[in-house]
């Protein structure tokens, strides 16, 4: 499985950015596909994700209802739509990818395939 993430960037606080992660060698029936982001000095945490193959998502409380997962198979690619952006939402966002047989979707230490990390920086 290869990830490449993109989409970072600056953003006032209120804003939307759209982040895209690039999958291939992913199949559809065997696995999930997630965003984990890491906040300076502080832990990676649980953001989102999809199974690949039956599209059912996954938040974490801090951004349900701003932020949207979504998947283009024909492209091999998932998106995080990012709405009403908060200061607290700086962080690298990096997508991931578990089979679902690994653990839990939200449990960061399931996820064994990672991409670079995509930077989202979120003024006031």
């Known amino acids: 499985v290869q990830l490449q993430a993109s989409g970072g960037g600056l953003v006032q606080a209120g804003g939307s950015l759209r982040l895209s992660c690039l999958a291939s060698?992913?199949?559809?029936?065997?696995?999930?596909l997630g965003w984990i982001r890491q906040a300076p000095g502080k832990e990676r945490e649980f953001v989102s994700a999809i199974s690949w193959g039956g599209g059912s998502t996954y938040y974490a409380d801090p951004v349900q209802g701003r932020f949207t997962i979504s998947r283009n198979f024909a492209k091999n690619t998932m998106y995080l739509q990012m709405n009403s952006l908060k200061v607290e939402d700086t962080a690298v966002y990096y997508c991931?990818?578990?089979?679902?047989?690994?653990?839990?979707?939200?449990?960061?230490?399931?996820?064994?395939?990672w991409g670079q990390g995509t930077l989202v920086t979120v003024s006031s």
């Open positions: 060698g992913v199949t559809p029936s065997t696995y999930t």
């Open positions: 991931a990818a578990k089979s679902n047989v690994a653990g839990g979707v939200r449990s960061v230490s399931s996820y064994d395939s």
